[in-house]
């Protein structure tokens, strides 16, 4: 996108721009927000910060990266990206993210983690279908009791794991633009837009994440995994599409 620079975040500056623009995003309150210095660490201990500049310097977009070891493999955990409101679906996430999947190749790192909740669709088509990666794990109640976010409505903070591969055939096929997803062995459905429903029927939006959470529970013991999401047949929400052999 024209006039939007993706740059390393490490001056103080770009540093208070990352809080506010989570705030704004997240509409937390300040225990749930990322401090400054959190910004500094994450640079000193081997991760990275990347903002999406205007042409004035107002950050409109960011994603922070820390470097850690998951099962066994070092890697990347992608802990935060936020595209400021205004500017969405222009592409900076994925641009963003394009930037984050570079430095990681560049570094020798073929894997960044994230995780991300279930039932928002959204999400769920740019990590699934986007960026190609994979979900294998569920957690119920990441994040223990909910927070001060108001997007979470009180719901629990339930999580998938997302599995980056950035260097796997998959990926690349996927930032190709190829978006062909073979027959699934089994879907779980998700409704439309969850954060409506847990404005207007938040007891619905629960029943939604408990009845969600024991499909995803039992397939991922089955040994499935989530490779891509797609409007549901009858157009009233959208399914994620699971498979036995990792494509
Ligand atoms: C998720 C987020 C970072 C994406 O940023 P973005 O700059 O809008 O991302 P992009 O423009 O690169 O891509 C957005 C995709 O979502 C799609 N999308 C937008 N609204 C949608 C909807 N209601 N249903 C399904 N897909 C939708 C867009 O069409 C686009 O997909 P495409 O590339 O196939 O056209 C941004 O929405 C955001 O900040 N959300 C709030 C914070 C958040 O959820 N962070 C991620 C936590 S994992």
């Known amino acids: 996108m024209v006039g939007i620079d993706i740059r390393e975040c490490v001056t103080p500056d770009d540093f208070h721009q990352c809080v506010h623009l989570q705030r704004r995003v997240w509409r937390s309150s300040d ?53 400021h409101p205004e500017y969405r679906n222009r592409g900076i ?18 894997l960044v983690i994230w995780t991300f909740d279930p039932l928002q669709a959204v ?14 794990n569920y957690e119920v109640n990441f994040f223990g009791p909910p927070s001060s976010s108001p997007l979470h409505q009180g719901l629990d903070t339930d999580r ?9 055939p998959r990926v690349r096929r996927r930032l190709g633009g190829h978006r062909d997803d073979p027959p699934p062995a089994a879907t779980v459905v998700i409704p439309r ?9 938040p007891e619905a939006a629960r029943a939604w994440q408990r009845d969600v959470r024991r499909q995803f529970t039992e397939l991922f013991a089955a040994s499935l995994y989530a490779g891509g999401v ?3 047949p009858d157009g009233s929400g959208y399914q994620y599409l699971f498979y036995q052999d990792r494509v």
């Open 31 to 83: 225990v749930d927000v990322i401090p400054p210095y959190a910004y500094v660490v994450t640079r000193h201990t081997g991760g990275f910060t990347l903002g999406a500049f205007a042409a004035d310097g107002q950050l409109v977009g960011f994603t922070r990266a820390l470097f850690a070891c998951w099962r066994g493999e070092l890697c990347y955990y992608s802990n935060i990206l936020a595209v």
């Open 230 to 232: 797609r409007p549901s």
């Open 123 to 136: 999400n769920a088509h740019f990590n699934l279908n986007t960026l190609g990666a994979i979900v294998r």
């Open 193 to 201: 837009d969850i954060n409506v429903l847990k404005v207007q029927d």
């Open 160 to 168: 998938l794991v997302v599995e980056w591969h950035v260097d796997s």
């Open 93 to 110: 996430g994925r641009r963003l993210k394009l930037r984050q999947r570079e430095w990681a190749l560049a570094r020798g790192r073929d």
